[in-house]
């Protein structure tokens, strides 16, 4: 049997070493791909469960309308926020810092007003007695509840995606890849601070 000369073990261990590596770069491209992908996927639900709380606006609107003498500047106020929040749209694949803020801006402006007109109908014992409201009141409520679940949701697969695309040798295949950060759902301005209560009568 013949010897290998240096050169052709020289040649095998550099082309067995390029061969690991490509092997490496595809698996580590095609998990990234997966992870950001799961990143889209945790975005259409958020996206999802705001829709639905735009959808049941509407509705509660008309319910509300319909009390005599309801304020109509409350009224405009979560129209004129609704109108504003389904403005802002963000593309799952520019989940930016700043489009995410943005998104986020628009729905706690529609959150803020909605939390007014909750305020403002406490004054409507017979508007709060009907079951057409009190069945929308609880779907809101329920709908809240899912926004907060599919934001948190969203916010740890981004931190997997972020923490993968960011790490060593990972970094090298994200940056060919044009794998790029994503943005995380952050407080409302003022939730670090606690609401006052006033017990005065």
């Given at each position: 049997m013949k010897k290998l000369?240096?050169?052709?073990?020289?040649?095998?261990?550099?082309g067995a070493i390029v061969i690991i590596t490509l092997l490496w770069g595809v698996r580590t491209n095609n998990r990234m791909i997966t992870a950001e992908e799961g990143v889209s996927g945790a975005w259409a639900q958020v996206e999802n469960v705001y829709q639905r709380r735009m959808d049941l606006i509407p509705n509660l609107v008309n319910t509300v309308k319909g009390a005599a003498n309801?304020?109509?500047?409350?009224?405009?106020?979560?129209?004129?926020?609704?109108s504003k929040a389904t403005s802002v749209q963000v593309n799952?694949?520019?989940?930016?810092?700043?489009?995410?803020?943005?998104?986020?801006?628009?729905?706690?402006g529609l959150t803020n007003a909605l939390s007014r007109?909750?305020?403002?109908?406490?004054?409507?014992?017979?508007?709060k007695a009907?079951?057409?409201?009190?069945?929308?009141?609880?779907?809101?409520?329920?709908?809240?509840?899912?926004?907060?679940?599919?934001?948190?949701?969203?916010n740890?697969?981004?931190?997997?995606?972020?923490?993968?695309?960011?790490?060593?040798?990972n970094s090298i295949i994200a940056?060919?890849?044009?794998?790029?950060?994503?943005?995380y759902f952050k407080a409302s301005e003022g939730a670090d601070k606690a609401p006052e209560v006033n017990f005065e009568f």
């Amino acid at each position: 049997m013949k010897k290998l000369s240096g050169g052709w073990i020289a040649l095998i261990v550099v082309g067995a070493i390029v061969i690991i590596t490509l092997l490496w770069g595809v698996r580590t491209n095609n998990r990234m791909i997966t992870a950001e992908e799961g990143v889209s996927g945790a975005w259409a639900q958020v996206e999802n469960v705001y829709q639905r709380r735009m959808d049941l606006i509407p509705n509660l609107v008309n319910t509300v309308k319909g009390a005599a003498n309801f304020e109509r500047g409350t009224l405009e106020a979560v129209i004129d926020a609704r109108s504003k929040a389904t403005s802002v749209q963000v593309n799952a694949d520019n989940l930016s810092e700043a489009n995410i803020a943005a998104f986020q801006k628009a729905q706690d402006g529609l959150t803020n007003a909605l939390s007014r007109l909750m305020v403002t109908v406490e004054r409507y014992p017979e508007l709060k007695a009907t079951q057409n409201f009190r069945d929308l009141q609880a779907q809101l409520e329920g709908t809240e509840n899912r926004i907060a679940v599919e934001r948190n949701k969203f916010n740890e697969v981004v931190k997997a995606y972020n923490t993968m695309i960011r790490k060593f040798p990972n970094s090298i295949i994200a940056g060919i890849g044009g794998f790029e950060k994503k943005g995380y759902f952050k407080a409302s301005e003022g939730a670090d601070k606690a609401p006052e209560v006033n017990f005065e009568f």
